[in-house]
Each structure stands twice: as structure tokens, then as C-alpha cells.
């Protein structure tokens, strides 16, 4: 700590590194570099750095050259700079990026950071392994909105009239009849009749020998009674077939039913299946919410251990120390200390020029 703080030059200047796009890493999780505590002062005074460097930028360079600032373990550096970054600093091109484990390490440090970082950041990123209360809050975070309240239960379904079709029923009729009579006839017929007949006949009858002069006159009266009976049989026998085909064809409605569910998904259900969807995340996958957009689900690619080998990493760290002027070796920065040091003694040993005191002056009493 007192290597990094106690120096006058080769220090980090922020608002260059922003202007010119420049990467600066940070490692304050070195174990055995810096203790808890004084990893968190560090840290914050770097992120309190920032967001006065930050507002010093033009703004037409701020738009042109973005900064990202990205904290890992976000909840150890959380303060009011980080409110106020999430807040002012995106004119100027300063953004953040906070990765954190837990909900409940934002609420530790207060409701105005936990607010800021809900409210503040843009596009949320979730992996899954969340505890329940966690899922719950980023549920209704990320994924209300992609809730569909019109959604059915398709496991309660009955069968439902949805619409009519229609139909054309056809009909046909055969009919045959046959129809066999007989009936036998028996009848009697008696009539009776009676006649009466009277008359005069003028008969000439000529004898032989006689003239025809003479003449005998006689009177005949007759009287006929009859009676007829007569009796006949008669048999008649009748035989008919008929036989009769129809067909017609009529329309008709026809209901059409199909099987619909009978209940749909409420808020608080879609908002638990949501939830559910968030613990139970695979590995390298995540669901991306950005403001405005709807949330998306994305597998992350798997990035496989590089092989580090001592030379090489000594290598790479000359480098980099060589070309960085923010940069100084151990050796070079306890040197600095012990010059100042140095520097420091001798002034205290030497005494000061004594100085005399300025005249005094006569005011007067006016």
C-alpha cells in the first residue's frame, strides 16, 4: 500500500487514459499484496479518481472514445462514487460494468446504492445459481415482460365450439310393396212375379161348308204366378307390386369443437416459472435484459486455461512495464521513497533561515 500511495510521479493519469483509449488493469486480489481493508481503500480511491477525471473530458471526445470501467466483485469498491457514476458520468463516456454475486451484497450497503445499481445500469446480465429471493427479484427485473399473462394451461383442456362448418347431408329411400287378396263371393237371388191377363178375341172360324158370315164369338181370361231363384258363386283374387326410390340432399351447420384449455397463467405464476427458468441455468449460459429490449438467453463461449508458462509471463510483464509510464518496479519505487526520505530528514536537520520580522507599522487610532 504505502508503494502505490506514496508516490509523486508515475502515477495513473485517468482523463488521458479515457482521452486515448487506453487499457489500465488494476489487481487488487493479489493475496499477500494488499489486505482486505486496504484493497477497498485502493479501490476507491481509484473509482473516486475516476469520476473526477471523468467529468473533466470534453464531451465531443467523451462520445467519440468511451470508457468502460469494469469491477469485478463490484460489492467491495460500492459507494457513493459508483452512484454517482451510474448517474452523471455517461455524457462524459465513463460507464461501468459491476459484476457481483449476490443481491443482498448491494442492500448491505445501502438503499441508495442498491437503487442506483437497479434503477442506474442499463443491461442486466444474470447467470444462473441464484437463491430464491434472488430469482425472485430478477424476475420481475429482466423478465416481466416477457411474461405472457394470456398464456393456457394446456394440462386443464375441454372440448370447446370455436366455429361452424358447413355440410351437405344426402339422403336415399328404396320402398317395394306387394300386396296378394283373394275373396270368395256367394249370392242368392228369389224373385217373385204374378200376372193377370183378361181380353176379348173375335174369333171367325169357318166351317167347313159354312159361309164366312157365320161367326162364333168367345171370351178367354188367363192368370199366370211365377217364382225364380237363382244362386251363383264368385271368387276374386287381386295381385299388386309397387316399388319407389327417392334422394335429396340438404345443408346444414356443423359445430367445430377443438380441445382449448379452461384457465390461463396468472402474473404470480408466470413471474415463478421465470424464476424457476433463473436457478435453473446451465453453465455458461445467461439471460441478457437491456432497457427497452425484451430478454435474451445466450451461451457464453468456454475459454479454455492458456498454458502459462514463468518465462513467458516475465516476458510479457517486462513489456508491458517498459512501454507503460504508469508503471515502476518494486525496487525502483522503494527508491523513490527512500530519496524522498532522504530529503525529508535533511530539511528537518537544517535549521531554516530566521527571517526578520516585518516593521510594525503605526495605524494610528483613526
Known amino acids: 500500500m504505502r508503494l502505490v500511495v506514496g508516490q509523486t510521479s508515475a502515477g495513473v493519469d ?78 462524459f463516456g465513463l460507464h ?13 450497503r ?14 442486466k446480465i444474470v447467470l444462473g445459481g441464484l437463491s430464491d429471493d434472488d430469482a425472485e427479484i430478477m424476475a420481475r427485473e429482466i423478465m416481466r415482460a416477457e411474461i405472457e399473462l394470456e398464456r393456457p394451461k394446456w394440462a386443464l383442456t375441454a372440448p370447446v365450439v370455436v366455429g361452424e362448418e358447413t355440410i351437405t347431408l344426402n339422403s336415399e329411400s328404396t320402398t ?4 296378394t287378396n283373394s275373396s270368395p263371393t256367394r249370392t242368392i237371388v228369389t224373385t217373385d212375379g204374378s200376372a193377370t191377363a183378361s181380353g176379348a178375341t173375335t174369333t171367325y172360324t169357318a166351317a167347313e161348308g159354312e159361309t164366312p158370315e157365320q161367326w162364333a164369338l168367345a171370351e178367354a181370361i188367363s192368370e199366370i204366378a211365377s217364382r225364380t231363384i237363382a244362386e ?103 527508491a523513490v521513497i527512500t530519496e524522498r526520505r532522504r530529503r525529508l530528514s535533511r530539511l528537518i536537520e537544517e535549521p531554516a533561515p530566521s527571517a526578520p520580522p516585518p516593521p510594525l507599522k503605526d495605524e494610528g487610532w483613526g
Open 232 to 334: 251363383g258363386f264368385a271368387t276374386t283374387e287381386g295381385y299388386s307390386h309397387g316399388y319407389a326410390r327417392s334422394r335429396g340432399s340438404a345443408e346444414a351447420l356443423k359445430s367445430i369443437r377443438e380441445e382449448r384449455p379452461t384457465t390461463l397463467y396468472s402474473l404470480e405464476e408466470g413471474l415463478h416459472l421465470a424464476q424457476v427458468a433463473l436457478r435453473n441455468l446451465p453453465d455458461r449460459t445467461a439471460i441478457v435484459k437491456r432497457r427497452g429490449l425484451s430478454a435474451v438467453r445466450i451461451e457464453t463461449p468456454e475459454v479454455r486455461n492458456v498454458l502459462k508458462l514463468p518465462r513467458a509471463l516475465a516476458r510479457f510483464r517486462k513489456s508491458v512495464g517498459d512501454r507503460s509510464p504508469y508503471l515502476l518496479t518494486v525496487t525502483a519505487a522503494e
Open 110 to 123: 445501502g438503499e441508495d446504492i442498491y437503487n442506483a445499481v437497479m434503477g442506474g445500469t442499463q443491461t
Open 14 to 91: 485517468f482523463k488521458n487514459a479515457m482521452d486515448n483509449s487506453e487499457v489500465v488493469l488494476v489487481h487488487l486480489g493479489s493475496r499477500g499484496a494488499f489486505s482486505y481493508e486496504n484493497a477497498r481503500v485502493l479501490g476507491a480511491m481509484l473509482i473516486n479518481d475516476l469520476f473526477l477525471s471523468a467529468l473533466r473530458r470534453e464531451e465531443q471526445i467523451a462520445k467519440r472514445r468511451p470508457f468502460t470501467l469494469y469491477i469485478d466483485e463490484a460489492y467491495d469498491f460500492l459507494s457513493g462514487d459508483i452512484e454517482r457514476i451510474l448517474d452523471q458520468t455517461r455524457k
Open 96 to 108: 461501468a460494468v459491476l459484476a457481483h454475486q449476490r443481491i443482498g451484497q448491494l442492500k448491505e
Open 176 to 179: 317395394e310393396t306387394s300386396t
